[in-house]
């Protein structure tokens, strides 16, 4: 059972939940807000579609490395000691990207910024765990989790569209959304309690924190890792090249396309409620190949659609309910349900973290490629091949969901693994 802050009450988890989600939401801001940005920031630095996918893939890159190294230290050393610096640390390198003068300067503030992120992403939700009452701790994470997709993807295009419209420069608007950061950073100070822990406990923990066969032999860590290796390979393609696909190709303007990508986030940010919610009732195994299968007939309508500002809404909003939603079950449910309590932050750490290198690092350099050499309209093939993977993937999941264990184990529900 996970740790426990000693003297738990209501008021406690709710202040460090909202906290806490509230500031997941401010890493989904300041790392996405500059993809809207990119036919801006294209003109003025002279950018190609291939640069556009190392900045998204340096800063996955960073923000793995991070999280499969720093959910381990969050383990040993406490979660205060890993959050509060990181974000301060990628507040400070989110204004400082509205500072470049050119491509390389621009490549290296957001691979820095990724390694702040990735090291707060596991001590985060480690820490919402602790901080919940076992019975809501399922729905704290979802809670958390959705902040993502919803600042960074629903909120992120229109705040950087509208802001656009009435500041200098691009550079402004990092300035403006690194500023919050600096306010949480306090609140977080003060309100984040550390878990309890004994002397044994501790010696014991630090010991088996760094033990990575715990993690590595687990059945459900390497499927998880392998579904989110295809679900973050999707987002990132839709993410990092989506805004130059739908004002360089479907000609839309920089309005029409701020609105459209603010559906990704909105559907995620239900999605990463529902599909892991449903998964409760259905099971982690059926509702992740479920998502992955029904995000392959909307993308593919997704590329078949043209300039139709209502219908690409509708689209990308079911989409990013189905692959934001599978980011949370693989990251929350399933990978805090393969391990021991003492690994959950190394286990969330671990598949977010490789999930990002591979999925995010090198999708988007991928797709840059593709963009270059074939046309941005045969990016979203990509994307879609990811997805028929993934479902076949998912089927190897075995049952971690409570309800149906329980039942498995009382003979009432015939489930195998």
């Known amino acids: 059972m996970t740790r426990q802050i000693e003297n738990w009450s209501t008021t406690y988890e709710w202040k460090a939940v909202l906290l806490l989600s509230l500031s997941f939401g401010l890493v989904g801001l300041d790392r996405w807000i500059i993809a809207p940005l990119f036919p801006s920031i294209m003109k003025d630095l002279d950018l190609s579609y291939s640069q556009i996918g190392l900045l998204a893939g340096a800063l996955a890159i960073g923000w793995g490395v991070a999280a499969m190294l720093m959910g381990t230290v969050a383990d040993r050393i406490g979660r205060r000691r890993v959050l509060i610096p990181a974000i301060i640390a990628f507040s400070v390198l989110g204004g400082v990207s509205g500072l470049a003068g050119s491509f390389a300067t621009l490549l290296l503030a957001r691979a820095v910024m990724g390694i702040a992120e990735g090291a707060f992403t596991p001590a985060s939700v480690a820490s919402t765990a602790e901080a919940s009452k076992p019975s809501r701790r399922g729905f704290n994470q979802g809670f958390q989790l959705s902040f993502f997709a919803l600042f960074g993807l629903g909120l992120g295009p229109i705040i950087a569209t509208q802001f656009l419209s009435f500041v200098p420069s691009w550079r402004y608007v990092f300035a403006i959304v690194s500023i919050p950061g600096f306010v949480l950073a306090v609140l977080l100070h003060f309100v984040i309690r550390e878990p309890r822990r004994d002397a044994e406990s501790y010696v014991k923990e630090r010991v088996a924190s760094v033990i990575w066969n715990e993690v590595l032999r687990s059945h459900n860590v390497l499927v998880a890792l392998s579904g989110i290796l295809c679900a973050m390979c999707c987002v990132f393609v839709i993410g990092a090249m989506m805004p130059s696909y739908l004002v360089n190709h479907l000609k839309l303007t920089q309005e029409q396309m701020g609105l459209v990508m603010a559906a990704v986030g909105l559907g995620g940010f239900a999605g990463q409620f529902g599909v ?57 449910p399933v990978a805090v349900e393969a391990v021991k309590p003492m690994h959950i932050a190394t286990a969330v750490g671990f598949v977010s973290g490789a999930g990002e290198i591979f999925g995010g690092g090198i999708a988007p350099v991928v797709s840059g490629w593709i963009a270059e050499a074939y046309g941005i309209e045969h990016v979203l093939d990509l994307g879609i091949g990811a997805l028929v993977m993934g479902a076949l993937l998912s089927g190897l999941l075995r049952e971690s969901a409570p309800r149906l264990v329980q039942q498995r184990e009382g003979g009432t529900v015939a489930l195998t693994d």
């Open 276 to 332: 892991s919610g449903l998964s409760d009732v259905v099971g982690r195994r059926t509702m992740a190949v479920i998502a992955f299968a029904a995000g392959v007939p909307l993308l593919w309508m997704f590329s078949r659609v043209g300039p139709d500002p209502l219908v690409l809404f509708v689209l990308l909003l079911c989409i990013g309910f189905c692959c934001m939603g599978l980011l949370a079950l693989f990251t929350g």
